[in-house]
């Protein structure tokens, strides 16, 4: 049922004094600080209309009203007035944004903490790279136990310490070094196939199958940074919030979105210059059933896409929040990736989308 204006109007004051105060709003409250042009009588009417339409509901029989996930859904679609950042916040973002680090973890770290710090939530930074290795370090530990170490293109390195259930000499090591750093490096996941692995093998004396546990790390490092790996800033913001004083709650949402997997799940096919919102039910998984995401989506180069976004409780500045995360993500691609244009809320993205 298409709601009246008036309805819209009362629900808009409802959601944006309790993002402001986090207490339930009562016919009083919105009498006296907006300007509804109706009495407190219709005032009370009208709440109770929009709880029976489930947009607002009443957490005690004697307190005010909340939003409901479906009165989030209605004001950010419809409701909510667009936000842009301030002078101040812009030259703040441009003086910080720093996207010189050639060390993508220290980059993504750097966009993370700017976002958490721009909208005091904790926030979460992704960038695919279509990354190779630039170089093979193999360490001897023992007889039965190495080091494998790769650098990657994008300069961050990755080591597993692997122990066997057999015996190697040093030397098989470093004949295994000297052909990984010809004949893996500068090459993607794909080009590491059966037959150089084979090739390798032979060439190296290798009849143990050494080879074949460094090549299987190289391909795990090599898929990792395609699809990018989350990183997290600003943890201790969720706890400010008074929906999540429980640390063991504000721990499962951190935890979930620690996995660069999982926040790329919550989207579907974005394009570049979008922000998406995400409220609380609409999320498919039960860590964030309680928590709204609000992510932007940037050129990060090579025809790699980044992300950037903030999580917190359903009590969020929505607009806000999407202004500034917007006007970062326009930054970042205009330094890293093709330069593409600060979205509007036309291209403001829902659920289903």
């Known amino acids: 049922m298409e709601l009246s204006e008036r309805k819209k109007k009362i629900l808009k004051a409802v959601i944006e004094e309790y ?67 301030t002078e101040v916040e812009a030259a703040h973002i441009d003086t910080n944004l720093n996207v010189q680090s050639r060390d993508l973890d220290k980059l993504m770290g750097s966009i993370g903490r700017l976002a958490s710090d721009m909208t005091s939530y904790p926030a979460v930074a992704i960038a695919a790279s279509p990354a190779t290795i630039k170089r093979f370090d193999l360490i ?82 090599l898929t990792e940074a395609r699809s990018g790996e989350a990183v997290i800033s600003g943890e201790a913001n969720l706890l400010k919030q008074p929906e999540f004083r429980d640390p063991e709650k504000a721990h499962r949402v951190i935890n979930y979105l620690t996995d660069a997997g999982n926040l790329r799940q919550i ?48 009590r969020m500045d929505y607009s806000s929040v999407a202004a500034k995360l917007s006007y970062i993500a326009a930054n970042l691609s205009r330094q890293l990736g093709s330069g593409a244009a600060m979205p509007g809320f036309d291209k403001l993205m829902i659920k289903g989308d």
């Open 267 to 314: 989207h579907s096919q974005p394009r570049v210059g979008d922000v998406r919102v995400v409220i609380g039910p609409e999320n498919a998984t039960e860590e964030l059933k309680d928590s709204s995401v609000v992510m932007a989506f940037y050129d990060a180069g090579d025809g790699m896409q980044g992300i950037i976004g903030v999580v917190g409780p359903t």
């Open 140 to 221: 001897y530990v023992d007889t039965n136990t190495f080091i494998v170490v790769v650098l990657l293109s994008t300069n961050i390195v990755r080591n597993k310490l692997c122990r066997l259930p057999f015996s190697f000499e040093e030397a098989l090591l470093r004949r295994l070094s000297a052909l990984f750093n010809t004949c893996f490096t500068n090459i993607g996941e794909d080009d590491i196939t059966p037959q150089l692995i084979s090739s390798t093998e032979r060439a190296a004396g290798d009849v143990m199958g050494l080879c074949s546990v460094i090549a299987q790390f190289a391909i795990e490092t």
């Open 19 to 85: 993002v402001e105060t986090a207490e339930p709003v009562g016919s009083k409250t919105l009498s006296q600080k907006y300007d509804l042009d109706c009495s407190s009588a219709t005032i009370r009417n009208e709440l109770a209309d929009l709880s029976a339409q489930g947009y607002l509901e009443q957490p005690h029989t004697s307190a005010g009203r909340i939003p409901t996930a479906a009165g989030y859904r209605l004001y950010v679609n419809e409701l909510m007035r667009e936000k842009t950042v």
